[in-house]
C-alpha cells in the first residue's frame, strides 16, 4: 500500500491553504476530494472523444459510449452485482431514491401500505418515501434508536408486518457514524419476503461492498462521496424488480417506440435512463473506482479505522467536549457539542484556523431531535486524513474553548 | 453615537475593525460585542419574532413609537449576536425612510460579507430583510 504521504500526493486539493494556514479537511462526509486520475480522466473526455452517447454513428460517440458501458462494467464489478443490466446511472443517491420511490409507488402501492425507514436516515431516505405514501395512502413507519445512535433490532422486527412493502435503510449514519446492520435487517425482511433498499451514500467508500453477499433488493450511492465527480451516482436494482417497475422519468434513449398513442420503453439498463445521461461523470466515477482499488477498500476501512480510534481518544479527552453516537461500530466521523458553546460558533473560529468541519442538522434532523439538540459540530474522516490532522483539530477545538470561556 | 447618520455609525465601526489585521482579533471583537447586546425582553423570544436559519437562530423585534423604530434582537450563536448587535448598532432607532433606504456597505468593508451570503443559512440575511419589511409596514402605516 501507499504511504500517506504518496496517498496525499495523489489528491492536489489537499496542497492547499486556507487563510494561510494548511488545510484539514474533515468534512468528508458531505464530499471528498478527488484524486489526480479523476481530475485527469474528466479532463480527457472533454479534450480528447466527447460526443453524446448512444447517438451517434460517428468516430468519437462510438468512443464516449464504450466508456460510458465500461464504466457501467467497472461499477458492476465492483459492487459484484450479476448484471451490467442492474446498474443504472443517475444523477446521485437523492435521484436514485426518489426514482425508486416513485417507480416502486405506482407500481406496488396501495392505501394502508407500509414502508420501513429507520430514525437514523439522511433526509434523502425521508422525504421521497413520505411523498410517495403521501400520493399512495401509504404509512411511513420509523425504527427507533438507543441513546447510543444505534437502531433498536427488536423495535424493527416488531414493526415488520404484513403490511410492509419495502424497508429502506442506511448503511451508516451521515450524522453519528454508527454502520447499520445492514444484512440482518435484510435477512428479517426477506423471510417476510419483503425487498430492501440500502442508502450506501455514507457506506460505500468506507468498506468493501458486496450487492450479492449483503443480498439487498436495491442498492444506491453517489460518486461524488467516494472520491469520484459530482452530478453522478448509481441505482443498483436486482433484475426481477427493475424489469417489473415503470421507468421514473420519460425522455430520448429510454424508448423502444414512441407514437402519439403509445411508447414502449427500452430494455434494461437504458429504460432507467432518460436523456442525456452524465457520461463525464459515469467515466470519472470509473476512475475514481480504479482508484480505491488500487488503495484496497480493505486497506482503507483499516486506516479509517485507526483514525476513529485516535480521533475518539484526543476528543475523549477534551473537558466539555460531548461525542453523539456511542456505537462500538462506526465510520470514521464524530458529532460532538462542546459545553456552552455553540456549534457554528465553533465552526467558525475552526474554519479560521483552516479546519473544515460541518455543523448544523448534517440533513437529519430528527437524529437532532433525539438528542434535543439543535445540531452538531461533525467531523468526518477519511484514509487521506492524518493523525498530525487530528492533533490539529484537538488544539483548534482547545482554542475555540478559549475564545467562548 | 444616537445622534450619528447610518453612514457615520458604518464608517465608525469600519473604523473599529481595521485596527485588527488577523481574524481572531474581529472574532474577538464580535464576540464582545455580542456579549454587550442589550437584552432582548424574553417575551418576544417566541416563534413569532423567531428569523430560523439552518445554522444558527436570531429574534429580532420591533418597536415603532410613530417616528423611530427600535429594534432589540438576539441569537443562539454569539458569533452571530455578535453581527446583530452591528446590525442594530446602525439600523436601530432610525426613521423607516432610513433604514428602507440605507446601504449596509459595512458589512463587504470589515470583511465579514460571508456570513451575510444566502448559503450560510444563519439568518443574518433574513434578519436584515426582516429589518426593511418591518419599515416599510411602518412607512405605509404613518402615510
Redesign the interface.
Given at each position: 500500500m501507499k504511504d500517506i504521504a504518496e496517498i496525499r500526493a495523489d489528491f492536489p486539493i489537499l496542497n492547499r491553504k486556507v487563510?494561510d494556514k494548511s488545510l484539514v479537511y474533515f468534512d468528508n462526509g458531505a464530499t471528498t476530494q478527488k484524486p489526480r486520475s479523476v481530475i485527469d480522466a474528466l479532463n480527457e473526455v472533454y479534450t480528447t472523444y466527447n460526443a453524446n452517447i448512444h447517438r451517434g454513428v460517428h468516430f468519437l460517440s462510438d468512443m464516449s459510449s464504450e466508456a460510458y458501458e465500461n464504466a457501467r462494467e467497472k461499477v458492476r464489478s465492483f459492487i459484484n452485482a450479476g448484471k451490467k443490466e442492474e446498474v443504472i446511472f443517475t444523477s446521485g443517491t437523492t435521484g436514485s431514491i426518489n426514482g425508486i420511490a416513485f417507480s416502486f409507488g405506482e407500481r406496488y402501492i396501495k392505501p394502508g401500505d407500509e414502508i420501513i425507514i429507520s430514525h437514523l436516515e439522511h433526509h434523502a431516505n425521508i422525504v421521497p418515501w413520505q411523498m410517495m405514501c403521501e400520493r399512495k395512502g401509504a404509512v411511513l413507519r420509523v425504527i427507533p434508536i438507543n441513546d447510543a445512535g444505534e437502531i433498536i433490532f427488536e423495535e424493527y422486527l416488531r414493526i415488520l408486518s404484513s403490511k410492509t412493502r419495502l424497508v429502506s435503510v442506511t448503511q451508516t449514519s451521515n450524522s453519528l457514524g454508527t454502520i447499520v446492520p445492514v444484512s440482518e435487517i435484510i435477512d428479517a425482511a426477506h423471510a417476510n419476503n419483503i425487498p430492501v433498499l440500502i442508502d450506501g451514500a455514507q457506506g460505500i467508500q468506507h468498506d468493501v461492498t458486496d450487492v450479492k453477499a449483503m443480498d439487498c433488493d436495491f442498492y444506491v450511492f453517489s460518486g461524488h462521496k467516494i472520491y469520484g465527480p459530482t452530478g453522478v451516482g448509481i441505482l443498483y436494482g436486482k433484475e426481477k424488480w427493475l424489469s417489473d417497475l415503470p421507468p421514473f422519468q420519460g425522455g430520448g434513449d429510454m424508448v423502444n417506440k414512441v407514437t402519439f398513442e403509445k411508447t414502449t420503453y427500452n430494455e434494461l439498463p437504458f429504460k432507467f435512463e432518460a436523456g442525456t445521461m452524465n457520461y463525464p461523470g459515469a467515466i470519472g466515477l470509473a476512475a475514481a473506482i480504479d482508484y480505491v482499488m488500487s488503495i484496497g477498500l480493505g486497506n482503507i476501512a483499516k486506516r479509517e479505522r485507526k483514525l476513529l480510534n485516535c480521533l475518539t481518544e484526543r476528543l475523549t479527552g477534551i473537558e466539555g467536549l460531548k461525542i453523539y453516537g456511542s456505537s462500538g461500530r462506526k465510520i470514521s466521523t464524530i458529532s460532538f457539542l462542546l459545553e456552552g458553546i455553540?456549534q457554528?460558533?465553533a465552526?467558525?473560529?475552526l474554519d479560521?484556523m483552516g479546519i473544515a468541519v460541518r455543523?448544523?442538522?448534517h440533513c437529519a434532523q430528527p437524529v437532532m431531535d433525539y438528542y434535543g439538540i439543535?445540531?452538531t459540530i461533525r467531523a468526518s474522516l477519511c484514509f487521506y486524513n492524518t493523525i498530525e490532522e487530528i492533533n490539529s483539530l484537538a488544539s483548534g477545538i482547545e482554542k475555540v474553548k478559549s475564545?467562548?470561556a | 453615537m444616537i445622534n450619528m447618520t447610518i453612514n457615520e455609525t458604518q464608517e465608525s465601526i469600519i473604523d473599529e475593525f481595521s485596527l485588527f489585521d488577523d481574524?481572531?482579533d474581529k472574532?474577538?471583537l464580535l464576540?464582545d460585542l455580542g456579549k454587550d447586546l442589550p437584552v432582548i425582553d424574553p417575551k418576544f423570544k417566541v416563534k413569532d419574532f423567531l428569523i430560523e436559519g439552518?445554522?444558527?437562530?436570531v429574534w429580532l423585534h420591533p418597536d415603532f413609537n410613530g417616528n423611530t423604530i427600535t429594534f432589540t434582537a438576539d441569537s443562539?450563536?454569539?458569533?452571530?449576536r455578535g453581527i446583530v448587535a452591528l446590525l442594530i448598532k446602525v439600523l436601530s432607532d432610525r426613521t423607516p425612510e432610513e433604514i428602507i433606504s440605507t446601504d449596509l456597505y459595512f458589512i463587504e468593508k470589515i470583511g465579514l460579507r460571508q456570513n451575510l451570503s444566502p448559503t450560510r443559512s444563519?439568518g443574518l440575511l433574513s434578519m436584515v430583510r426582516q429589518m426593511k419589511l418591518y419599515a416599510m409596514a411602518y412607512d405605509a402605516i404613518k402615510k
Open positions: 487563510y455553540h457554528y460558533d465552526g467558525m473560529i479560521k455543523t448544523g442538522t439543535d445540531g475564545m467562548f | 481574524w481572531m472574532y474577538n464576540i439552518c445554522q444558527s437562530k443562539d450563536a454569539i458569533i452571530t444563519n
